[in-house]
């Protein structure tokens, strides 16, 4: 029964860290998506990662590592989905040649900064995870 309560308490921990990691990824990502902010951005990005990482290390949710890089995977990518939808409405209203320019311009930048933002976010965790991780086994 013991154990029953422990992995109710570490999917509570899980859940609330995923839930408000990814929320605060969000609005990281929206300075980080921004082409003109995005090396600016990075290092809070990098930040929030090492923060994430060391949570899921410091409250021993080691069994819940991969499940994290794998649910905010899919929940980037949905993220990304969406956007993609909207960014080709915001296309298809273009007016004259050279607003349709500036406008695919301006998602597809957005697009390649999402994708490398996210790219950068799930590797700082897995890198920093498993170096603490190991150096705590040592």
């Known amino acids: 029964?013991?154990?029953?309560?422990?992995?109710?308490?570490?999917?509570?921990?899980?859940?609330?860290?995923?839930?408000?990691?990814?929320?605060?990824?969000?609005?990281?990502?929206r300075l980080t998506t921004y082409h003109r902010y995005f090396l600016r951005a990075s290092p809070?990005?990098?930040?929030?990662?090492?923060?994430?990482?060391?949570?899921?290390?410091?409250?021993g949710l080691d069994g819940f590592f991969i499940w994290y890089l794998v649910m905010e995977s899919l929940w980037l990518g949905?993220?990304?989905?969406v956007n993609v939808r909207s960014a080709a409405a915001v296309v298809g209203t273009a007016e004259g040649e050279h607003d349709l320019a500036m406008r695919v311009r301006s998602t597809m930048s957005t697009a390649v900064c999402f994708v490398l933002s996210a790219i950068v976010f799930l590797l700082t965790i897995?890198?920093?995870?498993?170096y603490l991780y190991n150096r705590a086994k040592l």
Request: aromatic share 18%; charged share 5%.
């Open 126 to 130: 897995a890198v920093v995870y498993v």
């Open 44 to 59: 809070l990005l990098v930040v929030l990662a090492g923060a994430i990482a060391f949570l899921l290390w410091y409250l």
């Open 78 to 81: 949905h993220v990304y989905r």
């Open 1 to 29: 029964m013991a154990w029953v309560l422990s992995f109710v308490y570490e999917l509570a921990l899980f859940s609330i860290l995923l839930i408000a990691g990814h929320v605060l990824l969000m609005h990281v990502f």
